[in-house]
């Protein structure tokens, strides 16, 4: 029985390559079933031997919302209103969530499947792709305990609520691209790794997750923070949830900067994919 | 003649390594940093702080349909490097190979496998990741289960399993794959006799339907009982081409594999990781140990099956030809769960090696909760020297191996003794 029918032509050449080369998508697609495999057992491990198991994904958010809730209602005095702030964070926290975790989550994939670098020819770029997807389970439960709470305080999605769909897209591009530069550049330099989490930290500050900028409207000192594309992204985000003031010019700066990462992603690991296991 | 199934030609590649040792303090790092980035910044290349290592130093070679080649080589000799360029794991530095048909290659049995899942869970995805897809995993289930001779155990996490039912398993989805051309590395060895004999034989059985099998390993009685030709390389160089039994005869005569009595080292134990290298080497000098002086002892591990290990335990027995075991040593439990690399190398620094001059041979033992992992009997020797010591005639003729550095006092003062050190 074929293995891998469509993965492979009937001759491979191998010989030395140079410059970038671009993900053969062919070869992704045939692989997909790993793709499949990699992102559920992501997820299975995680929970795995908890003894809530997946009530965790839900419990999760819902205590952040309460800390920030806590501290930025009652220790910051953060006015969102007309939004009730609970709403306010759990509209950035779905967002942030997903991509503070996917970024995380993909830059430390490759070193932790050392192995499936090493030993298997499988196309590297699925494992940062496999880590990144498998928070899009939390992003999806965070996004249920945000239409919760708006039922709760007696609101109703209106027709931008679409927008879920694309932005969700734009927050996994630039995710994806973030992972790809980092994870194969983790795999050289493991300080990466040792920086990551607190450059993830710096990072929720400088992005309107839990409070909003504090820079007015569309000033210059907006667009330099709009150099973040998760600015942007989560103005879009909360004008398609809440129906805040749309971001405008910033979500062009986001799409610019979130094209740019991508592309510098992209392209960084697959020149570094050659010979990623000589490195390991 | 039909075109090769696989053509390798002028196989090159170089590994750059560090010139020096890896710097391990700051100050030696930030020099090395500072010499790399003077370097760049001049557009010349890193000499001086890398150096480049030829692993392949174009090797060709063609492998015809239905035919199984046997790779062999000493450690280092280019076999592993060549087989992960065949199978694109990593690129060659020049030359070329075709690869004619779908190719499966099996470097490492278990890859994948997740300590929290279950057998049956295990299954699915390392098959996926070896390239089989989820209906003809579904398909080969129950054979795969069969194999591995686990059917009771399939749905609990593997983690509960002792190590030897990790390995069957894992070889057990290994052995289903069903390529045209298949690239093996030394995975056979793994398991006790039994199991590695029911391997043999289902490689057999592949290879007799016309697949082509390419075959990496040391161990050359496997190689003699599966390959008809074999080639054998030496630091980097095709040494040898021909039929396997004059491969092996090469192989083995060849003076600098420093084979002799190891040629066929005695092991049992489940192989899911093994003890590769052992070196006794005086902790100061690097050179041959010394009676009384410091001296360093290290095992080289080689993980053979991607199965997690943890509270694995070292063992070391030091012996002397014809006294026996004289010294003895075992670690407090390795956990090697979490350990991304397929080698790792233990030390046990001795303060003091309590051994006169003369010849040791080092068996090692490696047990994981319990059950044996490892044991080899010759897994290395070692020379101490006289380091300038000079023995009584008395203490130097007593078949004791042992000796300490010692000195003699009188309890009254009737007479000066004579130390003997």
């Known amino acids: ?46 929970y795995a031997q908890t003894v809530l198991g997946a009530i965790w994904t839900v419990f999760q958010p819902l205590a952040m919302m309460g800390v920030y809730t806590y501290a930025f209602t009652q220790l910051a005095r953060i ?47 699925l494992i940062p792709m496999a880590g990144v997807t498998s928070m899009l389970v939390d992003f999806v439960i965070t996004l249920i305990l945000f239409l919760v709470f708006d039922g709760i305080y007696g609101r109703v999605p209106s027709w931008q609520f679409v927008f879920v769909v694309p932005l969700l ?5 630039l995710t994806f691209g973030i992972s790809l530069l980092l994870s194969a550049a983790n795999v050289r330099y493991r300080d990466i790794g040792q ?16 409070f909003p900028l504090l820079t007015p409207g569309h000033s210059w000192e907006t667009y330099i923070q709009a ?27 986001a799409l610019i900067m979130t094209a740019v990462i991508f592309f510098v992603g992209v392209s960084y690991f697959s020149r570094a994919d050659r010979t990623i296991a000589d490195d390991v | 003649m039909p075109e090769p199934v696989i053509q390798v030609e002028s196989l090159e590649k170089r590994y750059r390594v560090w010139a020096h040792e890896k710097p391990t303090n700051v100050k030696e790092r930030l020099r090395v940093v500072g010499a790399t980035a003077r370097a760049r910044l001049r557009l010349r290349d890193t000499e001086g702080v890398r150096r ?56 490492e049995v278990g890859t994948g496998f997740h300590p929290e899942l279950s057998g049956r869970d295990n299954v699915s995805l390392n098959g996926a990741i070896l390239g ?67 391997c043999l034989t289902r490689v057999e059985e592949m290879t007799r339907s016309g697949r082509t099998v390419l075959f990496v390993s ?81 095992v080289r591990l080689e993980r053979r099956a991607g199965v997690p290990l943890d509270e694995l335990k070292l063992m070391v027995e030091v012996r002397h030809h014809s006294a026996g075991p004289c010294l003895f040593f075992a670690t407090e439990t390795v956990d090697l769960i979490a350990a991304e690399a397929a080698t790792a190398t233990l030390t046990c620094e001795l303060d003091v090696l309590p051994l006169k001059p003369g010849h040791y041979t080092v068996a090692t033992r490696l047990v994981h909760r319990d059950e044996l992992v490892d044991r080899l009997d010759n897994a290395g020797d070692f020379v101490v020297g006289s380091g300038g010591l000079e023995l009584l005639e008395e203490i130097a003729a007593h078949p004791a191996p042992t000796y300490v550095r010692h000195g003699w006092r009188a309890a009254t003062p009737v007479a000066e003794v004579r130390s003997s050190a």
């Open chain 2, 132 to 198: 089989m897809s989820r209906a003809e995993t579904g398909r080969k289930f129950d054979e795969i289960v069969e194999f591995a001779g686990i059917r009771d155990f399939i749905d609990i996490p593997v983690k509960r399993y002792s190590t030897g039912m990790q390995v069957r398993l894992a070889f057990a989805v290994a052995a289903h794959l069903d390529p045209e051309v298949l690239l093996l590395d030394e995975v056979l060895a793994v398991g006790d006799a039994a199991f590695q004999a029911r």
């Open chain 2, 52 to 107: 480049d290592v030829w692993a392949l130093r174009g090797v060709s070679f063609d492998v015809h349909r239905g035919e199984v080649l046997g790779v062999i080589g000493r450690n280092g000799a280019g076999k592993s490097t060549l087989l992960s360029i065949l199978a694109r794991i990593t690129e060659p530095t020049g030359g070329s190979a075709i690869l004619r048909g779908r190719v499966s290659s099996l470097l």
């Open chain 1, 195 to 210: 920086a990551l989490p607190f450059t993830i930290q710096l990072w929720f500050f400088l992005s309107p997750v839990a």
């Open chain 1, 1 to 46: 029985m074929a293995t891998l029918e469509s993965a492979q032509p009937a001759t491979i050449v191998i010989r030395p390559t140079h410059g970038p080369i671009p993900p053969r998508i062919g070869e992704l697609w045939a692989y997909r079933e790993l793709f499949v495999f990699l992102v559920w057992r992501d997820i299975k491990v995680r």
């Open chain 1, 169 to 173: 897209g734009l927050a996994f591009v």
């Open chain 1, 227 to 253: 150099l973040n594309p998760l600015v942007g992204l989560i103005l879009a985000f909360r004008w398609s949830l809440l129906g805040t003031a749309p971001p405008h010019g910033l979500f062009v700066v």
């Open chain 2, 218 to 298: 040391h161990d050359v009685r496997s190689v003699a009982r599966l390959c008809q030709r074999a080639i054998v390389l030496r630091e980097g160089l095709l040494a040898f081409e021909g039929s396997a039994d004059e491969a092996v005869e090469q192989y083995m005569l060849d003076p600098s594999t420093g084979l002799g009595a190891n040629a066929l080292p005695i092991r049992e134990g489940s192989g899911a990781v093994r003890a590769a290298g052992v070196r006794v080497v005086d902790a100061d000098s690097e050179g041959n140990p010394v009676p009384g002086g410091r001296a360093n002892l290290s």
């Open chain 1, 79 to 125: 006015n969102t209103a007309p939004i009730p702030y609970a709403l306010y964070a759990l509209s950035g926290l779905a967002l942030w969530t997903f991509v503070s975790r996917g970024v995380f989550q993909g830059t430390n994939s490759l070193v932790s499947e050392i192995a499936l670098v090493t030993k298997t020819p499988s196309p590297r770029i």
